[in-house]
T-cell receptor
Framework: GAVVSQHPSWVICKSGTSVKIECRSL??????MFWYRQFPKQSLMLMAT?????????EQGVEKDKFLINHASLTLSTLTVTSAHPEDSSFYIC????????????????FGEGSRLTVL | DAKTTQPPSMDCAEGRAANLPCNHS???????VYWYRQIHSQGPQYIIH???NNETNEMASLIITEDRKSSTLILPHATLRDTAVYYC?????????????FGGGTRVLVKP
């Protein structure tokens, strides 16, 4: 089945540095990708939606200058956490939509394995 | 997308059926019921989806009430590896329904 891969799976960084997380669709073209954030014991919260070649749409309360999203190709989206602080420590998950899959069913949305960010 | 209500947690015995309820009383006619699960420290995994009829696949069965205001996910023979948070989501299909809104889910603990 379709696979979405995230890299790195975990990262530790110092406060004030920037961290880039990659989300790749390995065997399909992802017309749309989504970025979620999940704090411990909480549900996934959608941060932004990115469409290939256009600017990302951010959810209310998510700082676009803090969380830079680039969807430069149909197989790659990146999330950059700029000037990271300890409160940005979280589990970041991407999902991708297969643009050629039938509109209804399991073959359209796939999730990555997640990337755990720890900011010291 | 319609809001869903699920019990926060439930335990079940290994080898027994696990029945996970979900209430979606404000579901619209064009919204599907989807179930995903998230095993600890992993991304969500698709389980099953349905519109009106009951559905079954290799992982689970989905029972949707006639008025579509609630549904039940059935794991027929729960194993320890089924321990996870299960999310019931209602959404429209296709591109318009890409944005999944996750509620609290049900934390299922399968016990030996």
């Amino acid at each position: 089945g379709a696979v979405v891969s995230q890299h790195p799976s975990w990262v530790i960084c110092k406060s004030g540095t920037s961290v880039k997380i990659e989300c790749r669709s390995l065997d399909f073209q992802a017309t749309t990708m989504f970025w979620y954030r999940q704090f411990p014991k909480q549900s996934l919260m959608l941060m932004a939606t990115s469409n290939e070649g256009s600017k990302a749409t951010y959810e209310q309360g998510v700082e676009k200058d803090k969380f830079l999203i680039n969807h430069a190709s149909l197989t790659l989206s990146t999330l950059t956490v700029t000037s990271a602080h300890p409160e940005d420590s979280s589990f970041y998950i991407c999902s991708a939509r297969d643009g050629e899959a039938p509109p209804i069913g399991p073959g359209e949305l796939f999730f990555g394995e997640g990337s755990r960010l720890t900011v010291l | 997308d319609a809001k869903t209500t699920q019990p926060p947690s439930m335990d079940c015995a290994e080898g027994r059926a696990a029945n996970l309820p979900c209430n979606h009383s404000t579901i619209s006619g064009n919204e599907y019921v989807y179930w995903y699960r998230q095993i600890h420290s992993q991304g969500p995994q698709y389980i099953i989806h349905g519109l009106k009829n009951n559905e079954t696949n290799e992982m689970a069965s989905l029972i949707i009430t006639e008025d579509r205001k609630s549904s039940t996910l059935i794991l027929p023979h729960a194993t320890l590896r089924d321990t996870a948070v299960y999310y019931c989501i209602v959404r429209v299909g296709g591109a318009a329904g890409n944005k999944l809104t996750f509620g609290g889910g049900t934390r299922v603990l399968v016990k030996p």
